[in-house]
């Protein structure tokens, strides 16, 4: 997923704060804000991104989050939930009736959302899931 931002200042570090100002995408999106950080609609939003191609500050860069973090993440958050909710419909008890099974089926979706976010942040922490500088398009235009 690539999006544009404006460098604001660069580190001693590697890394570059930038304010996002969303994908191209954005302006069609029908779920505004249902992306997070990748989302500008609500207010800008800055991140500190590897500064891989040497960027500086004032310029217009496209950043990205790799495909395989993407995919992970999106696993992480879609088929971890899933995965628990059905073990713990197969952990039922034959014949278990109704109530047990809503038990059942509300622990395992309320567990399995927790999971799912628990290894999102867990991974997201990893040096490889960090998003990058991967252009620098000009210097920033003034509005």
Known sequence: MRQNGIVKRTGDDGRALVALMGADGCAACSSKGGCGIF?????????WVANEAGAS???RVEIELSPRACL?????????????????????????DSVRTAIHALAGLVLGIASGVLLSRAMSKKR???LKIVSIIGPERPE
């Open 128 to 130: 490889d899931f960090d």
């Open 57 to 59: 500050q004032g310029d």
């Open 39 to 47: 989302c500008s609609s609500g207010g800008p939003k800055e991140a």
């Open 72 to 96: 992970a993440l999106s696993g992480a958050m879609f088929i971890v939930p899933v995965i628990v909710l059905v073990v713990s419909l197969a952990l039922l008890p034959p014949g278990a």
